[in-house]
């Protein structure tokens, strides 16, 4: 029997052990390594890799957006705003545009702080931290 990868078992229980908020941060963080390397790669002219990593991110941004609950007043205004970046996205790739992606990137940039800033108060409200 394969003995497991313990950065592996690290990561997986790190997964299984956030809470959502958290986890929509690290989403958030994820989106934000494929707009970069997707910058890269443009940049590179390495048309595979560009198209694979603006993918991932596009594939980020549509779990994003099944994953809101349209009951709530924001989520609509989340949608649209990540169907705008999985259009830039859309068009960056076609053209393989690093402007595109990097307004992408200070979008997703700037939710990520947000997430991260609403936890910090979060946690200060639930544990005086």
């Given at each position: 029997m394969?003995?497991?990868?313990?950065?592996?078992?690290?990561?997986?229980?790190c997964v299984t052990t956030v809470t959502p908020e958290e986890l929509v941060v690290l989403v958030y963080k994820g989106l934000e390594k494929y707009?970069?390397?997707?910058?890269?790669?443009?940049?590179?002219?390495?048309?595979?890799?560009?198209?694979?990593?603006?993918?991932?991110?596009?594939d980020i941004i549509n779990e994003l957006m099944s994953s809101l609950d349209m009951n709530i007043d924001m989520s609509q205004q989340l949608y649209s705003l990540y169907d705008f970046m999985r259009s830039n996205l859309i068009q960056a790739n076609v053209r393989k545009d690093p402007n595109k992606i990097r307004e992408v990137l200070d979008i997703a940039?700037?939710?990520?702080e947000s997430w991260e800033k609403a936890l910090l108060q979060v946690r200060q409200l639930k544990y005086g931290k």
């Open positions: 394969a003995m497991q990868n313990p950065y592996q078992s690290y990561k997986q229980n707009l970069r390397q997707g910058i890269i790669f443009v940049e590179q002219n390495d048309v595979e890799k560009a198209n694979n990593a603006i993918l991932k991110a596009q940039a700037g939710l990520r």
